[in-house]
């Protein structure tokens, strides 16, 4: 019986490191060489919540954010967001339809909206431990306009890549 009991002990103290996302940029899903890239440049532009992104994709910026509950998102967050966080979102113009990445330097949740309504990731990845990126989402974009938001960030700023895939 104590042993059953150790051995139970033994794996709740494991189950949240098996949930933990992996570390290492090699540990990805897919190569992420262009947008870690991107995010690392040591000369981003600097662009306040709300604005409309400067280029098309491929392109990096440092989004200024709010604090979330002053963000003036769109749409509300698909995620519920935790006090304390914060949030904010650029306009992409119109964009020639295609599978974009978009890929954010710390923890956040990504929202993508296209004609009022937000749009499902294709693909989603994320690992701790590599400098510069942190989380990575796969998104199918008509040709048109879009809306990036960014929600349960820490910090008041976060980097930002938006890149066409090359799948």
């Known amino acids: 019986m104590r042993q059953r009991l150790a051995v139970a002990i033994l794996m709740l ?29 040591s000369d981003l532009p600097n662009l306040k919540s709300g604005v409309d992104a400067p280029t098309l ?12 509950a002053d963000a ?24 020639p339809g295609g599978i974009y990445t978009v890929s954010v330097s710390d923890s956040a949740w990504i929202d993508i909206l296209q004609g009022g309504n937000y749009l499902k990731p294709t693909e989603v990845s994320g690992v701790t431990g590599c400098n510069g990126i942190r989380r990575t989402m796969k998104f199918n974009l008509a040709a048109g306009a879009a809306t990036v938001q ?18």
């Open 13 to 41: 103290g494991l189950a949240p490191a098996c949930a933990a996302e992996p570390a290492g940029c090699e540990h990805f899903k897919w190569p992420v060489t262009r947008e870690r890239a991107l995010l690392t440049t």
């Open 72 to 95: 003036g998102l769109p749409k509300p967050s698909e995620r519920t967001q935790k006090p304390g966080t914060f949030a904010g979102y650029l306009r992409l113009g119109q964009i």
């Open 57 to 68: 994709p491929p392109f990096a910026a440092t989004l200024s954010l709010h604090p979330a």
């Open 150 to 167: 960014i929600s349960g960030v820490a910090a008041d700023a976060i980097r930002l890549a938006v890149v066409p895939s090359s799948d």
